[in-house]
């Protein structure tokens, strides 16, 4: 249970869920796979597989799950049948058939095909803190994260939360680190990053493996280029990539964290000890992470 991308809200005052409350509102969006004639189908599944744990905690922090389920229909594949349908319609009356004619085609063949069709199953974490007022999503984009968001809020009536704000944006942030060869407190630069020139022709420089700490890397930086990407390490026990829209990608937790969660669990839940110690690292690392922005923003 360690986390790989941090898609970061803030939890509002009106966030007052409870584990109980939280498992008896997520009941009624609970996972049903796909029908013969859907597309798809979401809805929340237990994290750890017990049907009785809707809702997973531990030292008061929840840990829920959105399983998704999607059909593989490509296009091509609707379009390849279709035609051949189509050209038997054509040569039984006589004329090409119309635009709405073959557009009912294309709607029937797809449904036809529906039932046959390879279904692609994921699941998505969703860390709760309502300690420290952070609702984390675990996942690499934006998009899905609005998918869970937007589960959530149909389960919950409401939802009280925002996307994290910080006074100074990431970007800029990152660019003054680059610029002054380190990080800031409890941060070291590592190997990697991306600079983009602001002027319009948006030209980049991708640094892999690399050191940043050069007068290569702080001369693009003069030139007008900024950070949209910057790989740091927190106290060294975390590695990730910051994005300047305040995402954090490519999680790692070092070994020493690795090797705590498993002296943790000797003879008791391993998944318990896991959950429990990436909880308690990550929110630290989130406060230190909005401290280095400047503190949060209105």
């Not at 498992?23 to 049907?51: I, K, N, Q, T, Y």
């Not at 998009?143 to 937007?150: L, N, P, S, T």
């Not at 740091?232 to 690795?258: E, P």
Request: with cysteine.
């Amino acid at each position: 249970m360690w986390f790989r991308n941090l898609q970061i809200f803030r939890l509002a005052s009106g966030w007052t869920y409870d584990t109980e409350t939280l498992a008896r509102l997520l009941h009624r969006g609970r996972f049903r796979a796909c029908g013969a004639a859907d597309r798809a189908a979401r809805g929340w599944v237990p994290p750890r597989g017990e049907d009785t744990e809707p809702v997973y905690s531990v030292e008061r922090q929840q840990l829920i799950a959105l399983g998704i389920e999607q059909k593989l229909l490509p296009p091509a594949v609707v379009r390849q049948y279709a035609q051949a349908r189509l050209a038997e319609i054509e040569a039984a009356q006589g004329r090409k058939p119309g635009r709405r004619q073959a557009r009912e085609v294309f709607e029937l063949v797809e449904a036809e095909l529906l039932p046959r069709a390879l279904v692609k199953r994921g699941l998505t974490y969703v860390w709760i803190d309502p300690v420290g007022r952070w609702l984390i999503v675990d996942a690499a984009s934006s998009g899905r994260a609005d998918e869970v968001i937007e589960q959530l809020k149909l389960s919950l009536g409401e939802l009280p939360l925002a996307l994290l704000k910080t006074r100074q944006a990431p970007g800029s942030a990152m660019t003054q680190w680059l610029a002054q060869g380190r990080g800031p407190d409890h941060f070291t630069i590592d190997r990697d990053c991306e600079l983009r020139a602001i002027a319009d022709e948006r030209a980049a420089v991708r640094y892999v493996r690399h050191s940043l700490d050069s007068a290569e890397v702080r001369a693009h930086v003069a030139a007008g280029k900024a950070a949209t990407r910057l790989a740091l390490t927190w106290r060294d026990r975390v590695s990730f990539v910051l994005t300047d829209q305040l995402q954090v990608k490519r999680v790692a937790f070092l070994d020493v964290l690795k090797e705590d969660a498993e002296r943790q669990a000797e003879g008791d839940d391993q998944f318990a000890a896991d959950f429990a110690l990436m909880s308690g690292e990550l929110s630290r690392l989130l406060a230190d992470l909005v401290a280095a922005l400047g503190g949060e923003g209105d």
